[in-house]
């Protein structure tokens, strides 16, 4: 990719330069989030089903040692999302990455990473489509799953083609009740800890028992075998901690949108890895220190398990309306991200231009209704055959985010020399070398060494994919969806000569 770099608009688009601001028909993205909206939506992106039911498996593969594979991981999130909130600030726009990688890595790259994201997140889309039926049953079990899924469709469809700010009105609400849930078990938690209330497990509830059950901090060590032959252990959580991570770069997409993008995108930046020590390692740590971590099961959430040790067995209840919420708020934030990410797409002449249009609200609503089209067909595929369908696509999406990251850390290399040499974005022209780098708002830290420190992590995750039964078929589907996305790109280029 790296031979190929581009330096002006695509043809009939050289009024914006690549942009993703201004459509086709000259209308322009509404600016109208917030900086609460953004909080929020950085925030709501880190806490999803993952978190509520995924959680299980992380603590049975580390035990206590789950919280030092989420510091770990939580710092290389970080450190991405620095990287692309450093090419956001400077140069905000909407489809984030894809216009990067397209403007300062080449166009082959700028393809590769919008259509690797769109398709990832249709096949989010899917998955919580496809089980949001199963939280409606839990109330009204005569309503087919069908029935739910396509009223929320419609409704959180209709929602984004209204104008970006119900989107963010949307998602503003879906983390409150993410957080408020969240928060409850925390301060519960921790009241229960600090009075010494008696569960039902027969443990005295105290953080000392990350240290005293169940073998220790690291009852499995970095990396060991069981004796049916399955690895596990701190290294092997790591796989599972990063795909919960997923959603955090919402924030880059965003700054297209934002009132005042060079404001909050710092503020909801900086913001992830405290929302991730308070929402992964607070929330883990407590539940660890009164629920003895070799009696989660995976059977139930440990959510729910917290509440039942203290007798609230309600919390079934209360927790299937928290994760409708999540599906809802997935569902809202894939379909905004989709759109966007089209309409880069076709600003850079890499989709089609019917793509590249708003309508009078600012809105990519041709973007928005293709995404939500698609969306749907990937859920009757699912339907009509479940198990080949669903495993084999969502081994593409669990490879695409690993993909999605990589390509942001690459990108901001090239953003970094493309500024030395002078070809950064327009308020950094006639500055180079060192002088440009710093007047750079928002740099990432340590930028020599930090995106080969996160190159790097990223390639031990795929590798330890390899030892692992749930992963390994994604590992393997990496390098033929990349292929596959690059053969599109021929194809594409070979059409547009």
């Given at each position: 990719?790296?031979?190929?770099?581009?330096?002006?608009?695509?043809?009939?688009?050289?009024?914006?330069a690549?942009?993703?601001?201004?459509?086709?028909?000259?209308?322009?993205?509404?600016?109208?989030?917030?900086?609460?909206?953004?909080?929020?939506?950085?925030l709501?992106?880190?806490?999803?089903?993952?978190?509520?039911?995924?959680?299980?498996?992380?603590?049975?593969?580390?035990?206590?040692?789950?919280?030092?594979?989420?510091?770990?991981?939580?710092?290389?999130?970080?450190?991405?999302?620095?990287?692309?909130?450093?090419?956001?600030v400077?140069?905000?726009?909407?489809?984030?990455?894809?216009?990067?990688?397209?403007?300062?890595?080449?166009k082959?790259?700028?393809?590769?990473?919008?259509?690797?994201?769109?398709?990832?997140?249709?096949?989010?889309?899917?998955?919580?489509?496809?089980?949001?039926?199963?939280?409606?049953?839990?109330?009204?079990?005569?309503?087919?799953?069908?029935?739910?899924?396509?009223?929320?469709?419609?409704?959180?469809?209709?929602?984004?083609?209204?104008?970006?700010?119900?989107?963010?009105?949307?998602?503003?609400?879906?983390?409150?009740?993410?957080?408020?849930?969240?928060?409850a078990?925390?301060?519960?938690?921790i009241?229960?800890?600090?009075?010494?209330?008696?569960?039902?497990?027969?443990?005295t509830?105290?953080?000392?028992?990350?240290?005293?059950?169940?073998?220790?901090?690291?009852?499995?060590?970095?990396?060991?075998?069981?004796?049916?032959?399955?690895?596990?252990?701190?290294?092997?959580?790591?796989?599972?901690?990063?795909?919960?991570?997923?959603?955090?770069?919402?924030?880059?997409?965003?700054?297209g949108e934002?009132?005042?993008?060079?404001?909050t995108?710092?503020?909801?930046?900086?913001?992830?890895?405290?929302?991730?020590?308070?929402?992964?390692?607070?929330?883990?740590?407590?539940?660890?220190?009164?629920?003895?971590?070799?009696t989660?099961?995976?059977?139930?959430?440990?959510?729910?398990?917290?509440?039942?040790?203290?007798?609230?067995?309600?919390?079934?209840?209360?927790?299937?309306?928290?994760?409708?919420?999540?599906?809802?708020?997935?569902?809202?934030?894939?379909?905004?991200?989709?759109?966007?990410?089209?309409?880069?797409?076709?600003?850079?002449?890499?989709?089609?231009?019917?793509?590249?249009?708003?309508?009078?609200?600012?809105?990519?609503?041709?973007?928005?209704?293709?995404?939500?089209?698609?969306?749907?067909?990937?859920?009757?595929?699912?339907?009509?055959?479940p198990?080949?369908?669903?495993?084999?696509?969502?081994?593409?999406?669990t490879?695409?985010?690993?993909?999605?990251?990589?390509?942001?850390?690459?990108?901001?290399?090239?953003?970094?020399?493309?500024?030395?040499?002078?070809?950064?974005?327009?308020?950094?022209?006639?500055?180079?070398?060192?002088?440009?780098i710093?007047?750079?708002?928002?740099?990432?830290?340590?930028?020599?060494?930090?995106?080969?420190?996160?190159?790097?992590?990223l390639?031990?995750?795929?590798?330890l994919?390899c030892?692992?039964?749930?992963?390994?078929?994604?590992?393997?589907?990496?390098?033929?969806?990349?292929?596959?996305?690059?053969?599109?790109?021929?194809?594409?280029?070979?059409?547009?000569?």
């Amino acid at each position: 990719m790296a031979n190929e770099t581009t330096r002006s608009a695509p043809a009939g688009n050289q009024s914006d330069a690549h942009g993703a601001s201004t459509g086709d028909d000259g209308t322009e993205l509404s600016k109208t989030l917030k900086n609460r909206h953004i909080q929020l939506i950085a925030l709501g992106g880190a806490i999803g089903t993952g978190l509520f039911y995924g959680s299980s498996e992380s603590i049975q593969l580390a035990g206590p040692g789950i919280l030092l594979a989420y510091l770990i991981g939580g710092a290389m999130i970080f450190l991405i999302v620095r990287a692309l909130s450093e090419m956001s600030v400077e140069d905000p726009r909407a489809g984030a990455f894809s216009y990067y990688a397209s403007r300062y890595w080449s166009k082959r790259a700028g393809f590769v990473s919008g259509w690797n994201y769109w398709f990832n997140y249709i096949l989010v889309s899917m998955v919580e489509l496809s089980v949001v039926g199963t939280f409606v049953n839990y109330w009204f079990p005569s309503i087919p799953a069908w029935v739910s899924a396509g009223a929320f469709l419609v409704l959180i469809t209709a929602a984004n083609l209204l104008g970006v700010s119900r989107f963010g009105e949307f998602e503003f609400w879906f983390a409150i009740v993410k957080i408020a849930a969240v928060a409850a078990m925390v301060i519960g938690g921790i009241v229960v800890i600090a009075l010494g209330l008696s569960t039902v497990s027969g443990v005295t509830p105290s953080f000392m028992n990350w240290f005293t059950v169940g073998g220790g901090f690291l009852p499995h060590g970095v990396m060991s075998r069981t004796a049916d032959g399955q690895w596990t252990g701190l290294a092997m959580a790591l796989c599972v901690v990063m795909f919960s991570f997923g959603g955090t770069e919402l924030i880059g997409i965003t700054a297209g949108e934002a009132e005042n993008p060079r404001r909050t995108i710092p503020k909801a930046t900086n913001g992830v890895i405290w929302r991730i020590l308070l929402f992964y390692i607070a929330a883990l740590g407590v539940i660890m220190a009164v629920v003895p971590w070799n009696t989660i099961d995976g059977d139930s959430s440990p959510f729910v398990q917290i509440f039942d040790s203290v007798g609230i067995h309600a919390a079934a209840g209360i927790l299937n309306f928290v994760c409708l919420t999540a599906v809802m708020s997935v569902y809202n934030s894939s379909l905004y991200a989709d759109s966007r990410m089209l309409y880069s797409l076709a600003r850079q002449g890499n989709a089609p231009r019917y793509l590249g249009k708003l309508n009078h609200r600012g809105v990519p609503a041709a973007g928005v209704l293709t995404s939500a089209g698609i969306t749907v067909i990937a859920v009757v595929v699912v339907f009509l055959w479940p198990s080949f369908a669903f495993n084999y696509l969502m081994s593409i999406a669990t490879i695409a985010g690993i993909i999605n990251w990589g390509i942001i850390m690459i990108t901001q290399l090239h953003f970094r020399q493309a500024v030395r040499r002078g070809d950064g974005p327009n308020k950094l022209a006639g500055r180079t070398g060192d002088e440009a780098i710093a007047s750079l708002r928002f740099p990432l830290p340590f930028a020599r060494v930090t995106p080969w420190v996160v190159l790097v992590f990223l390639l031990l995750v795929v590798v330890l994919m390899c030892f692992s039964p749930n992963y390994v078929v994604a590992a393997i589907a990496g390098p033929v969806w990349i292929v596959i996305l690059l053969l599109g790109y021929a194809a594409t280029a070979r059409h547009a000569r």
